[in-house]
């Protein structure tokens, strides 16, 4: 089942990449992604200039161990992760500025060998599938300020441990479905909501949440182990 739907994902994101690919506005490229960078540092990362001014990373060196984004580029801010900036990338660790503010949709996915990476503080989405098919990715903090975890997020991943933040409102199907390895989910809030299969199979995690919070409702209606606090 695992294999089937990372096989679906990377079909369903190799059709949309040929899609970007073939459109001219420049607009969309802070969202998907030129096919070629407009600009290239000395160690392989691509950036686009988006319309206010700052920097989206478009690409890295694929077979690098170590990408490490810089937090300025030719006297310009680098703010933003365009989708699919990082995908399938062979990286070990990656390096992300604090200056960051945006990480769009599976800028992460099918990094199988991921070990290490920082969010910056200022993320305040984790967006659909970002992290899906992370397989030796084991744990990772949530910046405080992230609002939203987006479908597959994590699906297919390798995180043991996870704790999420007060100030997310919402976790979004399937996003920690698949996590074999995952044993204990941390909620903190009493009001964060989970939507239906978000821990699809994931049959060894237990949530542990605030007593009569939304998450134990969520464990208790899906037969999820759970433990209060």
Request: aromatic share 8%; with cysteine.
């Amino acid at each position: 089942m695992k294999k089937l739907i990372l096989s679906i994902l990377v079909a369903a994101t190799l059709v949309f990449s040929f899609t970007a690919c073939g459109q001219d506005n420049k607009n969309t490229a802070s969202f998907a992604g030129p096919t070629e960078p407009q600009l290239k540092d000395k160690n392989g990362v691509g950036f686009f200039e988006t319309a206010d001014g700052t920097l989206s990373v478009t690409t890295a060196d694929k077979n690098a161990k170590v990408i490490a984004v810089p937090e300025t580029f030719n006297k310009k801010k680098v703010t933003k992760l365009s989708k699919s900036a990082f995908k399938m990338s062979k990286a070990e660790k990656i390096v992300l500025p604090d200056s960051l503010e945006t990480i769009n949709d599976y800028a992460f996915a099918f990094c199988r060998n991921l070990k290490e990476i920082k969010l910056p503080s200022k993320i305040k989405k984790i967006g659909q599938n970002s992290f899906s098919g992370c397989e030796s990715l084991k744990t990772i903090k949530i910046p405080d300020k992230v609002k939203s975890i987006g479908i597959f997020a994590f699906n297919g991943s390798g995180l043991e441990t996870i704790t999420i933040p007060k100030n997310v409102k919402l976790i979004q199907g399937f996003a920690f479905a698949e996590c074999e390895s995952l044993k204990e989910v941390r909620i903190l809030s009493e009001s964060t909501q989970i939507e239906q299969k978000a821990f699809n199979d994931s049959p060894d995690a237990v949530i542990i949440a605030p007593k009569n919070s939304e998450a134990v409702e969520y464990a208790k209606k899906n037969t999820i182990a759970y433990k209060t606090k």
